[in-house]
């Protein structure tokens, strides 16, 4: 290995790193997949904002995950607050997941409630 090759050897190995750490979440994703078959859209209710990051996150999550969901924005429907409020929501976002509330972007209670709703509609099936 060459001179030039060593000095840029370390920061080749700190971009891997960074990268892998910030992107983990897809590569648990891809390794672990959600069975959503049995869910539709109406499974999946997210109350968001649109200026909301870790609404953002959910989002592209739910995307990257193949999961469909239905989404009111809390801040353009006057339904979707009174809803929102009703489920005692604190902020955003909300993921209703069957009979599950989750408050925030929470990836290990999303899957676990996708988990347990895909399990019920497997069992009624």
């Not at 953002?56 to 969901?69: E, G, M, S, V």
């Not at 009703?86 to 988990?115: C, E, H, M, N, Y």
Request: charged share 20%.
């Amino acid at each position: 290995m060459n001179k030039k090759a060593k000095k840029i050897l370390p920061l080749i190995v700190f971009i891997s790193l960074f990268l892998i750490t910030q992107n983990w979440w897809r590569i648990d994703l891809a390794l672990n997949t959600i069975d959503v078959e049995s869910l539709d859209k109406d499974d999946v209710v997210m109350y968001s904002t649109g200026w909301c990051p870790y609404c953002n996150k959910a989002r592209l999550f739910f995307r990257q995950a193949n999961i469909l969901y239905t989404e009111y924005n809390v801040e353009k429907s006057a339904s979707a607050y009174e809803e929102y409020s009703r489920i005692s929501g604190l902020g955003v976002p909300v993921i209703v997941i069957g009979d599950q509330i989750i408050q925030g972007f929470d990836k290990s209670a999303i899957k676990q409630a996708l988990t347990v709703l895909a399990d019920q509609h497997n069992n009624d099936a």
